[in-house]
């Protein structure tokens, strides 16, 4: 069963833009609402940045070289977990789980990015739960 009102914040690091940008697309294919770092105003508006992921139901957290480096990362992903938002890491092809923040780690299920890109709804409802 689809939730319709289900809606996904996409975290990435600066040099990750363009797997952003395929991450939105595939959202946007599969009817979900979405908001990825690059429609806000942050680091001017952090207050913003905040809210915004606790309207969130999930965060997508494309994880990277870049992502692992990124302070403007660290923030979002602090404070999705500080929210008690689910937090879905997807790796990139130069990354493993080991590579990324301490909070993504443990008992999380993860996925490659590639996975996730062709995912169909139904299975991403079911996944998210």
């Known amino acids: 069963m689809m939730n319709e009102s289900l809606l996904v914040y996409v975290v990435h690091g600066h040099a990750d833009r363009a797997l952003a940008n395929q991450a939105r697309s595939h959202l946007d294919d599969c009817g979900l609402r979405n908001f990825i770092s690059l429609d806000l105003d ?75 890109i062709q995912m169909p709804r139904e299975a991403f409802d079911a996944f998210v739960g």
Request: charged share 25%.
């Open 42 to 116: 942050y680091p001017d508006d952090a207050e913003q940045t905040r809210e915004t992921i606790e309207k969130c139901d999930v965060v997508i957290a494309l994880c990277s070289k870049s992502f692992a480096r990124s302070h403007n990362v660290f923030f979002e992903v602090a404070t999705a977990w500080r929210a008690g938002k689910r937090i879905i890491p997807v790796l990139t092809a130069d990354t493993t789980i080991a590579d990324v923040h301490p909070i993504l780690e443990g008992d999380k299920p993860v996925l490659s990015f590639p996975a996730f």
